[in-house]
C-alpha cells in the first residue's frame, strides 16, 4: 500500500489509458487512490461499452473523477465515429439564444451520464479575438466576450443540472493565440487590463454560474509572468483565486501537449503546477502507467525536498476528491434529446444569394489539416447530400493533391461536375491560401456555385451565386446545410 504522501500525489493524477476495458495498471493505481482518467475516442466503441467500462473505474474508487472531451461541434469522443449530434459553441453563439444553449448542454450532459462519465471538460470560455487562431475557432461561442459569457454560463448550468462538473476552459484565454499550444508555447500580448476586459469575462461568468472546475491554458503572458500560465501562481494563484474568487477544482490542460512538455518538461511542470494553485494534473492521451508513476514520485519527491508543501498537495487531492463526491450525488435520470441539437443546427445556418439547388449537385470539399482538439472527421456535407440526393457527387481534395493549384479548377470541375450544380466546401479559408486561390479560380469558372463555410468565417470569394455558412462542421450542422441545399429525391 503507498503512504500518505503517496496517495495525495496519485489524487492529484488524472492519466490516459488506452482500450475500450481497464487495464489492469489503471484499476490497481485506482484502488490506491488515483484521482481518476480522462477518455477519449480510442476507449469508445459504443455506449453499451462505454457505461460497461467507466462502471469498472468507479467500482475501484467511486470518488474518480471520469472526463472526457465532449464540447459538441467538431469536438466529439461519444460520436467521433458519426460527428456530433450537436453544433458546436459557434454554431450557438451566432443563434445567441442562452436558453437554446443550456438545453443543448444539458442533453449533452444527460448523454455522459448515462454513460458514466461525471467531467466534462468543457465549455470552451476562450474568447476568439484572432480569426486566425488554429486552435479554438469554431470551438469558441464567439469574438464578443459579453456574448460568449452569456453562453458560458448557460453551459455550465445545463451540464451542472444533469450532475455532469463542468470544467471552463482555457483560463486566462486562449482566443488571441497565434500558434497552436498542442504544438508549441503561444506568447499573448495583452496587457492585464486588457485581459481584464476581454478573456476574463466569460471565465467570470462561469464562476458566478457555480462552474466548479476550470482548466489552465499552455500560453505565456509576459505582462503578467514570464512562466506559462498553467505553472504561474500569478495566474492561478492571484488572478484566479484571489482576484476571480474561484474556490473549485483546477485542472492543467494534458501536460504531453508541447506547450509545456517541450518548455518546461512533464515532471517539472507537475510539481510547478500544483505549487501554482492547479489541483489535478491531466496528462493527456498518450501518459499513462509508467507516466503515473514517474508524476507521483516527482511530487512525493518535491515535497520531500521543501520544493512543494505537504499542506497544499493536500488541499489539491481534497478538491479532487470533493469533484468526485459532487458528481456521485442522486438526481433524477433526464433522457437526451438529441432533436434540439439538430433544431440548433438548422437555427444557426446563415444564407445568401441562392444556395437550394434544382437538381443535383456535385460537392466539392476543401480540406485542411485537422484542428488538433478534435478526432479525424469520419462525415462530410457530401456524403450527407448524397443521402439526400443520390444522383449527386462528392468529392474531397486536400492540400497537396491534384486540381488545386491556379487555373487548374477550370479544366478539372467541368468534367468532375458533369452538367451538376457545384457546392464548393471551405473550411477556414483565411489561414489556407491553397484555399482561396482554387475558390477564386472556381467561381470564376462558374459564378453559380454555392460556397459553404463550415469552419470559422470571415472571408470568401467574390461572385458566388449564394453563401451557405455553418459555423462548425459537426454531423448536426452539415444535415442541416444538407437540407437546405438539395431536396431529398430517391430514398425516405
Not at 486540381?403 to 451538376?420: K, M, N, V
Request: glycine residues 10%.
Amino acid at each position: 500500500m503507498p503512504g500518505s504522501l503517496e496517495r495525495l500525489a496519485s489524487a492529484c493524477i488524472l492519466p490516459g489509458a488506452a482500450g475500450l476495458t481497464a487495464p489492469d495498471w489503471l484499476r490497481r493505481e485506482l484502488a490506491d487512490g488515483l484521482g481518476g482518467v480522462v477518455l477519449f475516442s480510442r476507449n469508445i466503441r459504443d455506449r453499451e461499452q462505454l457505461a460497461a467500462l467507466t462502471s469498472s473505474i468507479l467500482a475501484e474508487r467511486e470518488v474518480a473523477l471520469v472526463g472526457i472531451d465532449e464540447e459538441g461541434g467538431d469536438v466529439t469522443r461519444l460520436e467521433a465515429s458519426t460527428g456530433s449530434s450537436y453544433p458546436g459553441s459557434l454554431a450557438l453563439g451566432a443563434v445567441d439564444d442562452t436558453d437554446l444553449t443550456e438545453e443543448v448542454a444539458a442533453s449533452i450532459g444527460s448523454e455522459l451520464r448515462a454513460v458514466g462519465v461525471n467531467l466534462n471538460l468543457a465549455p470552451v470560455a476562450d474568447v476568439n479575438t484572432n480569426p486566425r487562431n488554429p486552435v479554438v475557432g469554431v470551438r469558441a461561442f464567439g469574438s464578443d466576450p459579453a456574448l460568449v459569457a452569456r453562453h458560458v454560463a448557460a453551459s455550465v448550468a445545463g451540464l451542472q443540472s444533469r450532475g455532469v462538473i463542468a470544467c471552463a476552459k482555457h483560463f486566462p484565454g486562449h482566443g488571441a493565440a497565434e500558434v497552436d499550444s498542442h504544438l508549441e508555447l503561444p506568447t499573448i500580448s495583452s496587457r492585464l487590463e486588457e485581459l481584464r476586459r476581454v478573456e476574463l469575462p466569460p471565465f467570470r461568468a462561469a464562476i458566478d454560474a457555480g462552474v466548479r472546475a476550470i482548466m489552465t491554458a499552455h500560453i505565456l503572458v509576459p505582462a503578467l509572468d514570464d512562466r506559462p500560465a498553467t505553472v504561474s501562481p500569478v495566474h492561478l494563484h492571484e488572478l484566479l483565486r484571489e482576484e476571480l474568487g474561484f474556490r473549485g477544482l483546477v485542472i492543467t490542460d494534458a501536460l504531453e501537449m508541447r506547450g509545456i512538455s517541450a518548455t518546461v518538461g512533464v515532471e517539472e511542470a507537475a510539481v510547478l503546477a500544483i505549487a501554482a494553485g492547479a489541483d489535478a494534473l491531466c496528462l493527456g492521451h498518450d501518459l499513462e502507467g509508467e507516466a503515473v508513476e514517474s508524476v507521483r514520485g516527482v511530487l512525493v519527491g518535491a515535497v520531500r525536498e521543501g520544493r512543494l508543501s505537504e499542506e497544499r498537495l493536500a488541499e489539491a487531492a481534497a478538491r479532487v476528491e470533493e469533484a468526485g463526491a459532487w458528481s456521485r450525488t442522486p438526481r433524477v435520470v433526464i433522457p437526451p434529446d438529441r432533436t434540439v441539437g439538430f433544431a440548433a443546427a438548422r437555427r444557426a445556418l446563415s444564407a445568401e444569394g441562392r444556395v437550394r439547388a434544382a437538381g443535383a449537385v456535385c460537392v466539392v470539399e476543401l480540406v485542411p489539416e485537422r484542428m488538433m482538439a478534435a478526432d479525424p472527421a469520419r462525415h462530410s456535407l457530401g456524403e450527407l447530400v448524397r443521402e439526400r440526393s443520390p444522383e449527386s457527387k462528392a468529392i474531397v481534395l486536400e492540400e497537396g493533391a491534384e486540381g488545386l493549384r491556379g487555373s487548374e479548377p477550370q479544366s478539372f470541375l467541368p468534367r468532375a461536375a458533369d452538367g451538376r450544380g457545384v457546392v464548393l466546401v471551405l473550411r477556414d479559408p483565411r489561414r489556407h491560401a491553397w484555399e482561396r486561390e482554387f475558390a477564386e479560380a472556381l467561381v470564376a469558372r462558374r459564378p453559380d456555385t454555392v460556397v459553404v463555410d463550415v469552419g470559422y468565417p470571415g472571408w470568401r470569394p467574390d461572385g458566388a451565386g449564394g453563401y451557405l455558412t455553418t459555423f462548425g462542421a459537426s454531423r448536426a450542422s452539415l444535415t442541416a446545410a444538407s437540407e437546405m441545399l438539395v431536396a431529398a429525391t430517391g430514398r425516405p
